[in-house]
């Protein structure tokens, strides 16, 4: 069992950067592979990023490659997701999971352990 709080969110300027953190309790949570998923207004949940517990390889949905980092600190039991460049569109609820996989999934069932989710404004 792991259980996840995420933290971080707020409202910011379009082009404005954010941190979220997941801090993680239970047990094993170095040997999780850790996401983060976002779900806007009216929208289904969708993947944003992930990393394994092997080596730190990480995974990134197009629609945000190149603005958003991945990292996690296990000796923290935390993992982060750094926002950059920021665009109304990523205005969301982002939640933090977990899944048993060894190996990057984007789907939500593949993730059994959620977060309750933290709200990300971003104004134009």
């Known amino acids: 069992q792991v259980q996840l709080v995420e933290s971080g969110g707020g409202l910011v300027q379009a082009g404005g950067s954010l941190r979220l953190s997941c801090a993680a309790s239970?047990?094993?949570?170095?040997?999780?592979?850790m996401g983060w998923f976002r779900q806007g207004p009216g929208k289904e949940r969708e993947f944003v990023a992930s990393?394994?517990?092997?080596?730190?390889?990480?995974y990134y949905a197009d629609s945000v490659k190149g603005r958003v980092t991945i990292s996690r600190d296990n000796a923290k039991n935390t993992v982060y997701l750094q926002m950059n460049s920021l665009k109304p569109e990523d205005t969301a609820v982002y939640y933090c999971?977990?899944?048993?996989?060894?190996?990057?999934?984007?789907?939500?069932?593949?993730?059994?352990?959620w977060g309750q989710g933290t709200q990300v404004t971003v104004s134009s």
């Open positions: 239970g047990r094993a949570f170095s040997l999780y592979l």
């Open positions: 990393i394994t517990w092997t080596d730190d390889s990480t």
């Open positions: 999971a977990a899944s048993p996989r060894h190996w990057h999934v984007v789907k939500t069932y593949e993730y059994p352990y």
